[in-house]
């Protein structure tokens, strides 16, 4: 597969521990501080010290902290220079916002104005009091006694008369005690009134009295502004007895939301998830770390227990619910699993945590990165974590619309592939545009738009992949690993960017796309595992672009936004739309470009958005420039080592794509069918000698072309005449004149044959 280096190198162990074996073409280099491989995001893992604990042996560690019981009210971090800056963030938002809700509350009921009419009216009305109701009801009863008197002396008046003789002493009985009642319920009336009007009089000189002398005061001290400053004060107290609303409704802990810039509270949490159906009444969560803010200051995190058998799944499907119930966008909440069914980690923003792009910390650095063990860092989540994706042991599938962002994804699989310099890498644009010339350089393969080619490169990759596997038979093993990448040639890393140009069944790549699909599909369901990964990235997220088959062998998938959730599915899978998983909801805004669904087997579903390469600036080719060297210095620079897939495909097509083909830019090269003179020269390269044998060129050309092969009954002579002529006519026709000559063999034999360098002379093949 490649060429060894003669001699060993004095840190070749140094470097076989660094980031495992390297392929053989590389010269290792002794590692010091300044090329220390940096892994983005992942750190090596770090062994806590021993220490000496009283009563104990040295060398026992202690034990971690409690963390519900050990930690510190201020924890260690906000003690540092950072926490303290993001206290005081912390702050200043938190004034920002209250000044925003009081804004708000102003047109309400809650607002100061309505507490002040609602206080003076509050005020009227206890001067008044409730001695009217009684003066009304006694003013009432004077009335009707008083006409009940008057009904009384006009019946007593009609007694007298001869007609009702008899009657006149009873009927002037009961007018007197009618008039009795009468007078008896006026006095009653004027003592309610009189009542009254003294309290109201007492109550009034109790409130206005002092008002009307501090304003009195107020004006002899202060003249005008005296009088705003008693108005102010009197508006106060007036605010202060009305700041209740007259109905019910108040702003308590119930009402609040993280929308609204409220701190989250176990009750908030109780109560949103009661809202949501998750939690019956008599049920309330189990905080097993209490709601606060995370190591930035910014973000709130609660770590819980879920009650009455309810677990993680079932409120990951009310996860938008419960977003809502909260008072934020799904984007701004996260639900972790940790470790068991019915514990979760709960995380909210306060906005949406993917407005703000993250530029790639590959960008700038000089560093190599293990891309085996490390990963790339391709994107950041929620939290603010960077994601790692590997380039080990699966295929990744990238699709989205157009501007969605999927050109950033694949140019961060770029960028951490050309610092690790043992990925060779194939790149085949679909789009045939100009966006990878510039990086060129760094590229082992480079085409642009160009079926056939990839069709010949898929062949010749699927027999790498035969090689592979046949050392892989050898060792016993089932899998590539970091320490035989070595022995296996390197990471082979074939991306594929526009994947409907090579495999829609229309247009210009009708006649390839068939057998281009049917590679693609056996390389991604074994190369895998043999240090082969395909990155594939389309904007057509189809099925008949990309078949279930060729999808379903692509572990790692990222869906970024989609015209509709039937696209999502294609990418993700069967039904993970309805899962919560729905690409189609991403927004078409520019701040979502980037933004999608990544699933991997080391991360699981989760909700990222790219890091950012500024293309524009040139970011991608200060990565490109910073990985030359590292190349260089390892021998793994395209077009400076053997490789043997663009070996083949020279020797196939007639000419190499190394680094762009001859003009660096990856233009078109049309693939050919071997002929003669090719075979010929693959017979000489065979032999090792730098010549061949006629016996060993026919040898070579039976394999090929039944003409050449012998009949059965033939003898040596006979075959040796008709293979000669056939071989000659064939030259002929090609227009090629091949100088033979006798040559001498290791074991002394001088047969005739041709030179290697007699046959490449001959060639005159067209690129």
């Known amino acids: ?193 009189n009542n009254a009007r003294r309290g109201r009089m007492i109550r009034g000189s109790a409130v206005y009295g002092p008002t009307a002398a501090t304003f009195a005061a107020a004006y002899a001290e202060g003249g005008g502004l005296g009088l705003a400053l008693a108005s102010l004060g009197l508006c106060a107290v007036c605010s202060i007895i009305g700041r209740r609303p007259d109905t019910e409704e108040t702003w308590d802990a119930e009402r609040t939301s993280l929308g609204d810039g409220d701190p989250m509270t176990e009750d908030m949490l109780n109560r949103a998830f009661r809202e949501v159906g998750l939690i019956r009444g008599d049920q309330s969560l189990r905080l097993i770390l209490p709601s606060g803010l995370d190591h930035a200051g910014r973000n709130w995190t609660a770590t819980l227990d879920l009650p009455g058998g309810l677990v993680y799944d079932a409120v990951k499907a009310k996860e938008v619910q419960l977003a809502g119930a909260l008072g934020i966008d799904r984007s701004q909440l996260d639900l972790t699993k940790l470790n068991r069914e019915d514990r979760i980690s709960l995380w909210a923003a306060p906005g949406d945590p993917f407005i703000k792009a993250r530029r790639s910390p590959l960008v700038g650095t000089a560093d190599r990165i293990n891309t085996w063990r490390d990963g790339i860092p391709m994107a950041f989540n929620k939290r603010g974590e960077t994601v790692n994706a590997t380039v080990s042991d699966y295929s990744y599938l990238l699709a989205g619309t157009t501007r969605s962002g999927k050109g950033m994804g694949v140019a961060n699989i770029l960028a951490g592939a050309m610092l690790d310099p043992r990925v060779n890498i194939r790149l085949f644009d679909g789009k045939g545009t100009g966006e990878y010339v510039g990086i060129a350089p760094a590229l082992a393969t480079f085409v642009r738009r160009n079926p056939a080619r990839l069709v010949e490169f898929l062949r010749v990759l699927v027999a790498e992949m035969d090689r592979r596997a046949d050392i892989l038979t050898d060792l016993g093993l089932s899998k590539a690993s970091e320490a035989l990448l070595d022995k296996l040639g390197g990471i082979e890393l074939v991306i594929v960017d526009e994947l409907a140009t090579y495999t829609a069944k229309k247009g210009m790549s009708a006649e390839y796309a068939e057998e281009i699909t049917e590679l693609l599909a056996q390389i991604a369901a074994v190369g895998a595992a043999l240090g082969i990964v395909l990155v594939l990235a389309t904007q057509v997220p189809e099925s008949d672009i990309v078949p279930t088959r060729l999808r379903a062998n692509c572990a790692a998938r990222w869906a970024m936004r989609t015209e509709s959730a039937d696209s999502s599915n294609v990418i993700l899978g069967k039904g993970k739309a309805g899962e919560g998983y729905d690409a189609s909801k991403i927004g078409i805004e520019v701040h979502n470009r980037g933004r999608g669904w990544l699933t991997t087997p080391d991360t699981g579903f989760t909700e990222v958005r790219s890091l950012f390469i500024d293309e524009k600036k040139g970011e991608l080719l200060s990565v490109m420039s910073a990985a030359l060297p590292i190349r260089a210095e390892f021998g793994s620079l395209p077009g400076s080592f053997h490789d043997p897939v663009e070996a083949e495909m020279a020797v196939i097509t007639g000419a190499s794509s190394v680094a762009g083909g001859p003009d660096g830019k990856g233009s078109a090269v049309r693939a050919r069918p071997l002929s003669v003179l090719d075979h010929m020269r693959q017979a000489a390269e065979a032999t090792g000698r730098g010549n061949v044998t006629r016996a060993e060129v026919f040898e070579h050309l039976a394999a090929a072309d039944p003409q050449y092969r012998r009949a059965d009954g033939e003898d040596d002579g006979t075959y040796a005449a008709r293979a000669g002529r056939a071989l000659a006519a064939a030259l002929k026709d090609l227009g090629a004149d091949v100088a033979e000559s006798r040559l001498r063999l290791p074991d002394g034999s001088r047969p005739n044959g041709w030179t290697l360098e007699a046959i490449d002379d001959a060639r005159k093949v067209p690129v």
């Open 1 to 193: 597969m490649a060429e060894s280096v003669p001699g060993p190198h004095p840190a070749g162990r140094e470097m076989a521990e660094d980031m495992g074996d390297v392929v053989p073409f590389r010269t290792p280099q002794t590692p010091t501080p300044a090329n220390l491989p940096v892994s983005p995001s992942k750190a090596a893992p770090q062994v806590e010290p021993t220490s000496i604990v009283p009563g104990r042996p040295y060398g026992i560690p202690e034990l971690p902290p409690d963390p519900a019981g050990d930690t510190p009210l201020t924890p260690q971090w906000a003690r540092t220079r950072e926490g303290r800056r993001a206290r005081v963030d912390a702050a200043r938002r938190a004034r920002i916002r209250a000044a925003r809700r009081w804004a708000r509350r102003q047109r309400t009921e809650h607002g100061h104005a309505a507490q002040i009419v609602r206080g003076e009216r509050r005020i009227r009305a206890w001067v008044a009091g409730v001695d009217g109701v009684q003066v009304k009801a006694a003013r009432h009863g004077a009335h009707v006694a008083s006409r009940q008197a008057e009904r009384a002396a006009r019946r007593a008046r009609w007694a007298r008369l001869p007609l009702v003789a008899g009657k006149a002493d009873q009927a002037q009985a009961e007018a007197e005690r009618a008039m009795t009642a009468a007078l008896a319920a006026h006095r009653t009336y004027q003592t309610a009134r």
